[in-house]
């Protein structure tokens, strides 16, 4: 089983930027896919962005795009959330998730591993 540590998270301004790490160890991250999502008090787990094993391929929920830039380093086996221009609607926990899988799931039923979460908090 891969063990998956976030960090990163904490309190912004609106407008402003926070750059999410998560990293891992166990396995072979470079063969997996891999996800970022986030949730809201009250709210479902929802994907915000994934990347393919080889980082060729990625994936922006619509409320991000433009905003947020997904990448990873196999090497450092780490998957970065980059978010730009944070909006307080932003405001949620956010997971990194891995799926066993050569590209990614939208679904988190389609993931097998995940981090404890960080807590992002944007302020108006």
């Known amino acids: 089983q891969v063990q998956l540590v976030e960090s990163g998270g904490g309190w912004v301004q609106a407008g402003g930027p926070l750059r999410l790490s998560c990293a891992a160890s166990g396995r072979t991250f470079s063969t997996y896919a891999m996800g970022w999502f986030r949730q809201a008090p009250g709210r479902e787990r929802d994907l915000v962005a994934a990347?393919?094993?080889?980082?060729?391929?990625?994936y922006y929920a619509d409320s991000v795009k433009g905003r947020f830039t997904i990448s990873r380093d196999n090497a450092k086996k780490t998957v970065y959330l980059q978010m730009n221009s944070l909006k307080p609607e932003d405001t949620a926990v956010y997971y990194c998730a891995l799926r066993t899988d050569t590209y990614y799931s939208g679904s988190p039923d389609g993931y097998d591993d995940w981090g404890q979460g960080t807590q992002v908090t944007v302020s108006s």
């Open positions: 990347i393919s094993r080889s980082g060729r391929s990625t």
